[in-house]
Nanobody
Framework: QGQLVESGGGLVQAGGSLRLSCAAS????????MGWFRQAPGKEREFVAA????????LHADTVKGRFTISRDNAKNTVFLQMNSLKPEDTAVYYC?????????????????WGQGTQVTVSS
């Protein structure tokens, strides 16, 4: 059974940066598209970014485009989310997820492996 473990969350002031990491283990995630989602209190889970298995293509939500960047290092079985120019509305629990196929999508229902999440809090 595969496992995804997120790290790198924390408290940061508005305008600051954080880099989230998602370490995959237990099964070969290198051939799978990966994504980041987030869920704020009282809100539904929303798509943040996704990346193809080889990192050649990425997809970012309009709300984070130009500020967040997803990347991956398959040699280390790790996916990253670089978050710059953070805003209070970015406050949420951020989840790493893996699909069972290689294509990009923002549909959470097509991601079958999920991490436990890491809290990101942006103060104003």
């Amino acid at each position: 059974q595969g496992q995804l473990v997120e790290s790198g969350g924390g408290l940061v002031q508005a305008g600051g940066s954080l880099r989230l990491s998602c370490a995959a283990s237990g099964r070969p995630f290198s051939r799978r598209a990966m994504g980041w989602f987030r869920q704020a209190p009282g809100k539904e889970r929303e798509f943040v970014a996704a990346i193809t298995w080889n990192g050649g293509n990425t997809l970012h939500a309009d709300t984070v485009k130009g500020r967040f960047t997803i990347s991956r290092d398959n040699a280390k079985n790790t996916v990253f989310l670089q978050m710059n120019s953070l805003k209070p509305e970015d406050t949420a629990v951020y989840y790493c997820a893996a699909r069972t196929s290689v294509g990009l999508t923002d549909n959470a229902d097509t991601y079958h492996y999920w991490g436990q999440g890491t809290q990101v809090t942006v103060s104003s």
